[in-house]
């Protein structure tokens, strides 16, 4: 039998203290394209969206691809984009809807809006309101996805992705396709539980590399094998927004009774706060960091600028670690400053002349440093494309937008237009610098930058640059969360909340505390 499944692609991890709101046009930056448009761009890519399509060949689905919409974090989705997106999707589901087996949506999970604080709760709850209860909805989820109470009570079927850096998205979205096909099927009939700790993100922001999380997720791969378990997922939580629901999650997609699944689901959960104090990275500051690289390797030392990561709505325009490189005269390059105003004035300049520019610490300078004036030589301008070859996104096309490249004594800085975090060597080498032979590669991420740096590292730094996304949580002013949470209260207790949605369509919400 031949199913016919919409699919939609909505993602945002969204920053609500960036003051950089994230209009349509910033989807676009990324991607924002319809029906097969869109799937001939992300066919056979590491995508979700290429999971499904993997599914949907081989069930033999009519596949109905809706749009895929994804922006780099930034500040709140705006309501007019968030309007516009859903309501292709929402249009798309009431055409479809007498003639619809399922539904399979790719979300991150942390999508906050000006008028909502869980940007896929809504998403889903329109959804249902257009096709009822009885269409089975799956969704898969980044790591980082701030799981909601309405997330599990609307969508049957919940998958994250289980690596950070994250390098499993197809595979994410081949196993939501697959448990999607096997409840239209009749097979099962999936819910979705969580248990969340009283904490902000999971101490290691969720490294699964190393560090403690690694048992945490053997544990989830090894469960999943058990009966009636779907899918189990370790959420490391997005802490950068004040809202209500907010938090590293543990959650069960199960057929059946839920009772034994909440007890492994509280125990892992339990094990995450138990390592709440159990830290991996040790951060430097930007002088520290190039002080401890210069110290005699013989191979690059990747300093990773974690504070200032586009990745996590940073505005990746501080200075901070730059200054200290140009200080330090220090043979090396960074990638990438974002500086729209510098990179456009640069495109009419020629290579090889000598430059002067004020660069960088424009939207706030207390958040990563003051704006930098600079003379140096222009090495190149670009539009700024670049087809990625690491491990995240091989074969992938992206663009910083108008680019230039200029070097200040040893220090080769690739300025940028668009703010993308540095994950893949090539963003370094498609504008004429081999991080490989530098003495020190500065880059603007958090984690996922070791999946192609670290083969070429003979260390990693970290630093915290003092910008948006400082892993010292207590220095954001939060509102919203609930109170007592770790570690804006160091003495928080442990009181976990479980969900688990009732198994009656007609009332599909329970939610309890449990000392």
Sequence with gaps: MSFRV???????????????????????????????????????????????LDVAREKSWELVHVISAHA?????????????????VEDAARRERERLDGILLAFHGAMVTTHSGDGEGEILGRLRAVVGQDVPIAATL?????????????????????????????VAGRHAGELLHRTMAGEIKPHT????????????????????????????????????VLAVSVNGAFPYADID??????????????????????????????????????????????ASALAGDDRPVVIADYADNPGAGGYGDGTNLLRALIAADADACVCPIVDRETASQLQSRKP??????????????????????????LMSVSDGNYTCDGPMYAGVRMSFGPTAVIEVGRVQVVIVTEPHQCHDLQQFLAFGIDPRAKRIVGVKSMQHFRAAFEPIASRVLVCDSGALASPD??????????????????????????????????????????A
Excluded at 19 to 28: G, I, K
Aim: hydrophobic letters at 35%.
């Design 72 to 88: 780099n974090p930034a500040g709140c989705v705006t309501e007019e984009a968030f309007e516009e997106i859903l309501k292709v």
């Design 6 to 52: 919409l699919s939609a692609q909505i993602m945002h991890e969204s920053n609500s203290f960036s003051v950089r709101l994230t209009s349509l046009d910033r989807f676009a930056d990324v991607i924002l394209l319809h029906g097969d448009e869109a799937l001939r761009a992300l066919d056979g890519t590491n995508t979700e969206v290429a999971g499904f």
């Design 245 to 290: 629901e907010i938090g590293p999650t543990i959650t069960v997609t199960y057929s059946g009774d839920p009772e034994p699944h909440r007890l492994v689901a509280e125990e892992m959960a339990k094990a995450m706060w138990d390592m709440r104090h159990d830290l991996v990275n040790r951060f430097l500051s930007p002088e520290e960091a190039v």
């Design 193 to 228: 539980l969580f248990v969340r700790p009283p904490m902000l993100e999971d101490a290691n922001g969720g490294r699964t590399d190393v560090g403690p999380l690694v048992a945490v997720m053997g544990r989830a791969r090894a469960y999943e094998s058990e009966p009636n």
């Design 142 to 170: 980044d790591l980082h996805a701030n799981v909601t109470r309405r997330m599990c009570e609307l969508a049957d079927i919940l998958v994250s992705y289980k690596t950070y850096p994250h390098i499993d998205m197809r």
């Design 473 to 514: 949580l207590r220095k954001f002013t939060f509102t919203r969360v609930p109170r007592p949470m770790y570690p804006l209260e160091p003495d928080t207790p442990y009181n976990p909340e479980v969900f688990i949605r009732s198994q009656s369509s007609e009332k599909r919400v329970i939610a309890e505390s449990r």
């Design 352 to 377: 090889g002349e000598t430059v002067s520019i004020r660069l960088g610490g424009k939207v706030n300078a207390s958040f990563g440093g003051e704006p930098l004036d600079l003379t140096g030589t």
